[in-house]
């Protein structure tokens, strides 16, 4: 439904998108993370024709953004980060408005919207004027909006900012039902939201694709917790030298009773529990924990997203 390839966007000497490949598949939830300027925005203004590539190329439901653009928005429903209503318009109005832009058969037009109305739960402030909505309220109309077409794929860029658990709530209740017959893009700085409405994710960092992956693999276990009384420098020496231990790090300071809590960052299928008992059973050192845990989207976004800051700290270091 969506393929970039080697997608770049210079704005003099900054490059905004640095050659980002990617691809979307029918009826996917993709979450796009990264921090702010990391060309998430950058990206979606790309791929719904608002402004055009320095290089590459990208294509949604086959036809380039670039020289099939007309085609392209009406496959797209988009939702920008600052919602651009009409506050003077009624919602029925403004939604009335929206579907002669998007040449919504007459015929049609008041299907639609009823349709999109319920759908987003803006059935019962239809008649509002837009200017005394609540910042959830708008959010929804601005969802309605994206569905009038009834378009193949839905880009959303930060839809639940600024709203009320409760509101954040029902928006994501509903981009789940929308998947059933929607493509979803998602741009957003939630990571709990990715983790429960997305089935995968992209972390973007200074303009690069630094992370793709499916969120049920945040489900494997790459990391072990221990504490054990033990004198530290021997503890870590000891653990970083064992197979399938990639990275050692403190956990938090020492115990009273001088125990030490580590973690250990293991390689794809490592698992040496049974070595460190072994090893901590011929130190006679004492194991207060081992716990093994999944790896959490914070701490992968984390580590995308600082992995460059502390290289060139390590350089400087060095120097």
């Known amino acids: 439904m969506i393929d970039v390839e080697n997608l770049t966007k210079v704005y003099g000497d900054i490059r905004a998108v640095d050659d980002i490949t990617f691809h979307m598949g029918e009826g996917e939830i993709v979450g796009v993370l990264g921090p702010n300027g990391a060309g998430k925005t950058t990206i979606m203004r790309i791929l719904t024709c608002f ?30 980060e600052n919602n651009p209503l009409y506050p003077e318009m009624r919602v029925t109005e403004y939604l009335k408005f929206r579907a ?18 319920e759908r987003c739960g803006a059935t019962e402030f239809a008649n509002q004027v837009i200017g005394t909505l ?12 994206c569905l009038l077409h009834n378009p193949k794929i839905l880009i959303l860029d930060e839809p639940t900012v600024g709203l009320d658990p409760n509101q954040i709530r029902h928006v994501r209740q509903l ?13 957003t700085h939630i990571l709990p939201e990715v983790e429960s409405v997305c089935e995968r994710f992209m972390i973007i960092h200074n303009g690069k694709l630094a992370c793709q992956m499916r969120v049920d693999e945040l489900q494997s276990s790459p990391y072990l917790d221990i504490e054990v009384a033990a004198p530290e420098g021997e503890l870590r020496e000891a653990l970083r030298t064992m197979k399938g ?48 845990r999944a790896l959490t989207l914070e701490e992968i976004f984390v580590q ?13 270091g060095t120097s």
């Not at 002669?100 to 109305?117: D, F, N, S």
């Not at 981009?175 to 741009?187: F, G, N, P, Y």
């Not at 995308?304 to 400087?316: F, I, N, V, Y």
């Open 245 to 292: 231990v990639r990275h050692v790090r403190r956990a938090g300071d020492a115990t009273f009773d001088g125990a030490h809590r580590l973690t250990l960052e293991l390689d794809d299928g490592g698992d040496p529990r049974a070595e460190i008992f072994e090893m901590l059973s011929h130190k006679q050192w004492k194991l207060l924990e081992l716990r093994q």
């Open 304 to 316: 995308t997203t600082t992995q460059d800051e502390t290289e060139t700290a390590k350089k400087e």
């Open 51 to 80: 402004i055009p590539a320095t290089s590459g190329t990208a294509r949604v439901v086959g036809h380039d953004v670039f020289s099939e653009s007309l085609q392209v928005r009406q496959n797209i429903g988009y939702l920008p």
């Open 175 to 187: 981009i789940k039902q929308l998947s059933s017959s929607h493509t979803v893009l998602i741009s």
């Open 100 to 117: 002669k832009l998007k040449y919504v058969p007459r015929k049609e037009r008041r299907t639609r919207m009823g349709e999109a109305l």
């Open 134 to 145: 609540s910042k959830g309220q708008r959010q929804r109309v601005g969802l309605a909006d």
